[in-house]
């Protein structure tokens, strides 16, 4: 299976976007070697007041589905503990995204 990655950014350059306030994640996947840039998906924010909408996460998730990481700049514990239960590698690195691809490679050993 492909590894892709989803992070929450508004402008495609940094990770600068709160898990339950983004309305995006650009998602790349990975190569032999290096990322590539797949697409931007939107979804719907899953905190609205500091409240969490009802399976606001169950939408996000199903639509990062074929993501392995999801990237933010912030996530509360309950948010990363549901993603992580469903087979999410969950990151705060409120970085550049080049940087945080560059990371993520070294992670896995490429």
């Keep these: 299976m492909a590894f892709r990655v989803a992070l929450a950014s508004s402008d495609g350059i940094v990770v600068n976007r709160h898990f339950g306030k983004a ?3 650009v998602v790349f996947e990975q190569g032999d070697k290096e990322f590539e840039y797949i697409e931007r998906r939107n979804v719907t ?3 609205i007041g500091g ?5 606001g996460f169950d939408g996000t998730a199903k639509i990062l589905s074929d993501c392995s990481a999801i ?3 912030k996530i509360g514990s309950g948010a990363a503990d549901y993603l992580n239960a469903r087979g999410f590698a969950v990151y705060e690195a409120p970085f550049g995204i080049s940087a945080v691809l560059e990371e993520l ?3 896995r050993g490429v």
Excluded: I, L, Q, Y
Excluded at 51 to 55: F, R
């Design 71 to 73: 990237v933010v700049s």
């Design 51 to 55: 409240n969490h909408a009802d399976g």
């Design 45 to 47: 924010p899953c905190c």
């Design 23 to 25: 309305d995006s994640f």
């Design 105 to 107: 490679k070294k992670e």
